[in-house]
């Protein structure tokens, strides 16, 4: 097995015990254990449990912030560019639920450097989708409602999609796309 | 001062802490302490931090599955059951944004039959939401969109406004009210 396969089995393994125990509570040693490995072979592939964090939460929060980045400089709508943010969400919830659980809930055990350029991030991802729907707003393409309600009502659904979406076994990947986007967008009325 | 004013006291100050430091790092002595009493005073209105966590956690989940069972057996249509649900969500937001942290952090600290009575409170309240929207997709009152889709988008949000309404300090109470409404129902478009 490669050195890099390795290091991201560890990194899997450990996102799925911090969701299931909580950060705070694992340790290296549970990591190695839960891998049937000896501690001191994980340390060959990983520092700290803190290293491990960062490569979980700053990959996400980059992969957010590139496609963010992309979006507010395309040549579309602002209902497109909003569709696009949802995807992104559903995207990256359906192929990594586990890190993202971790981001959620273990960003704050992030220090120095790492939680400021995290903080940094996730304010920047805010303030482009602001901007969407600021300009939406002005355009007339979006309702002239209150943009922090509807910032934080679409985040507040699409940040928290991860805690619900595994255990509805009737929805399929096509409705949940179609249907959120439409939800959101449109109503349920 | 009245026993029970203590008590309450006692209450809003451990979710306070427990919203700040969370509820495991949370110690007696350390209630006793933000309170200026000592812990001998304070044993004398509680037993435990477990007491102080049913006391919050349930009285807030029995206040909303007893609304809840009013709008479920009212005489309204759909939207005006859904727009009650909305309002209550914000109500108690608004009211007690550190009890509701709590709840959302912290339930699954309880043990024993209040945790038991606490899930089945839980899910009880999302069956009575499920059955408005499913018959009020029957009525044609609302999409036919999947309704774990619209139930979960519409609590993730309204289970999370207590995160960012109180750092949002232009949106008025009634913009709040009247524009998240309109968002959840109608849409943003």
Chains 1, 2 share one sequence.
């Not at 520092?47 to 507010?72: C, R």
């Not at 989708?129 to 939406?136: A, D, N, Q, T, Y």
Request: some cysteine; proline content about 1%.
């Amino acid at each position: 097995m490669k050195v890099n396969d390795r290091k991201t089995e560890i990194i899997n393994c450990a996102a799925k015990l911090f969701k299931e125990k909580g950060y705070s509570a694992v340790t290296m040693r549970d990591i190695a254990q839960a891998m049937n490995i000896k501690a001191a072979s994980l340390y060959n592939h990983i520092k700290s449990k803190q290293e491990i964090l960062v490569l979980i939460v700053i990959d996400i929060a980059e992969e957010f912030t590139a496609v963010m980045n992309d979006i507010v400089s395309s040549e579309t709508s602002t209902i497109q560019k909003i569709e696009k943010v949802i995807q992104l969400h559903i995207d990256i919830t359906l192929r990594n639920p586990e890190a993202l659980a971790c981001l959620n809930n273990d960003w704050m055990h992030l220090t120095d450097e790492e939680l400021v350029y995290f903080i940094k991030m996730r304010e920047e991802y805010e303030q482009n989708f602001r901007e969407i729907i600021l300009k939406g707003i002005e355009n007339n393409e979006i309702k002239n409602l209150n943009s922090e309600v509807i910032i934080f009502s679409m985040l507040s659904t699409l940040r928290t999609l991860y805690l619900w979406y595994g255990k509805k076994k009737g929805l399929t990947e096509t409705s949940l796309r179609n249907h959120m986007s439409e939800a959101l967008l449109r109503g349920i009325v």
